[in-house]
């Protein structure tokens, strides 16, 4: 009874789906690209593959160093990489540069979930953070495919909706699905919905091993050169929504008539707000320079609205402090791993449960702080600007948190090379 009532939902929410994205394919194209893939189709895999799903872009960013690692150990089997969101399917192309498949997961309708596995084929499937799709995880369990759920977690409040969704496919939970779980809390929960003891393992969070280059700092100063800012006190407001920009602009505002000569870099996180943001600046009167108009601020530049994909991890190096946006509204916070792993002094809302146990023990550490408005932001960044030994200590401590809890990649990959090598077309 319930499976058929979620096929019913399902059948009644993609036409929505459907409505939503043509909608917003009215103002960008790329709601239109490769449509068809959201129902299964696209070109044949060459040979039998590597699924890794990443949702969106932040996740998409989390798993480039799984891909890079098993493209480099397995460069024989094709590798596709599956996410929801145009912005995700961009930024996955600019990482692997052609190496790598690149296509929209399909609507979990029956007929699109069959129609993509019998394209892909995939041999091993890897689904980034913990994302429950029934006839998707199904068709593993009906095919022989190994699932990993790598990074998977559960939080306390979401266990009762994911044990109703587990019911769907509970015999592939208990027996076909592998849980490489963030803690042994999420392990803990997973166990509790169904999922197989013996196929639980805690491994950490894979976001952790992100690969910092060695120049990566010292192009993020060349780059504050470029802009004249290397003697402003430069803050980047990173992944920012509606609701948050406005907050973030009083306390710019606030820092600049407290008598702080700063420069805000402002990275809206939807590439169809770009415009709309500079509109929104030059009607307040600031002095704008667009990044992809290939502008550089100058010493009378207010905002330099990075509105590129791809740039943001350079600019939080050229930053004195980083403010990740999401978490003013209710979104659930971005990425604070990326600046606080290149030592940059960082900021938060409030609003982090996408990834609750990061903040958590960045803050708990010292450093990140958290902030509940634009007057406390403003007064956050207020203090940092006057106190350089203060960003340099806070930097240090992110840098030490995000050191200690390297090693998930390496453990994920011990638990994929035995799957692997089991579904060998060769054994």
């Known amino acids: ?129 913990t994302e429950l799709w029934p006839n998707l995880y199904d068709e593993c369990g009906r095919r022989g495919v190994p699932l990993v759920l790598a990074s998977a977690r559960i939080s306390p409040r979401s266990v009762g909706r994911y044990r109703l969704l587990a019911s769907l496919f509970r015999k592939t939970l208990a027996n076909g699905i592998v849980i490489a779980a963030q803690s042994a809390a999420d392990a803990e929960r997973f166990r509790s919905i169904g999922a197989n003891p013996a196929r639980t393992h805690v491994i950490g969070n894979v976001k952790f091993d992100l690969h910092v280059a060695a120049d990566h700092r010292e192009r993020g100063a060349a780059l504050r050169a470029q802009h004249a800012a290397t003697q402003r006190f430069v803050w980047v407001a990173g992944s920012t929504h509606d609701g948050e920009e406005q907050q973030v602009l009083r306390a710019h505002a606030l820092l600049r008539a407290a008598g702080v000569d700063a420069l805000l870099v402002l990275a809206p996180r939807h590439p169809p707000r770009f415009d709309t943001v500079a509109q929104r600046l030059r009607a307040q009167g600031l002095r704008i320079a667009r990044r992809s108009a290939g502008e550089y601020a100058d010493a009378a530049t207010d905002v330099l609205l990075l509105d590129t994909l791809g740039e943001l991890s350079l600019y ?37 449960f996408n990834a609750e146990d990061i903040a958590a023990a960045l803050v708990a550490e010292g450093a990140v ?46 638990l994929l090379g035995p799957l692997l090598s089991a579904t060998s077309p060769t054994r």
């Open 1 to 129: 009874m319930i499976r058929l009532l979620y096929q019913i939902v399902v059948l009644l929410l993609v036409p929505v789906a459907c409505v939503t994205l043509a909608i917003r394919s009215l103002r960008d194209n790329s709601y239109r690209a490769n449509f068809a893939q959201r129902f299964g189709f696209g070109a044949r895999s060459a040979a039998p593959s590597i699924w890794v799903h990443a949702v969106s872009v932040g996740e998409v960013q989390a798993a480039s160093e799984l891909v890079k690692e098993l493209r480099r150990r397995y460069p024989e089997i094709p590798l596709t990489l599956t996410t929801v969101t145009p912005t995700g399917a961009a930024r996955a192309r600019a990482l692997f540069a052609g190496d790598v498949d690149v296509r929209f997961v399909p609507y979990d309708l029956t007929g699109s979930v069959r129609r993509f596995f019998d394209r892909v084929q995939p041999r091993l499937a890897v689904i980034l953070e």
């Open 369 to 414: 702080a958290c902030v509940d408005d634009g007057e406390t932001l403003q007064r956050a960044l207020l203090t940092l600007a006057h106190d350089p030994d203060e960003r340099a200590r806070r930097g240090a401590k992110g840098i030490a948190v995000v050191d200690r809890n390297r090693g998930t990649l390496e453990r994920l990959i011990a």
């Open 316 to 352: 939080y190096a050229a930053a004195d402090v980083a403010f990740v946006g999401g978490s003013l509204v209710p979104i659930g916070g971005h990425n604070l791993l990326e600046p606080a792993a290149l030592g940059i002094a960082t900021l938060t809302g409030p609003h982090v």
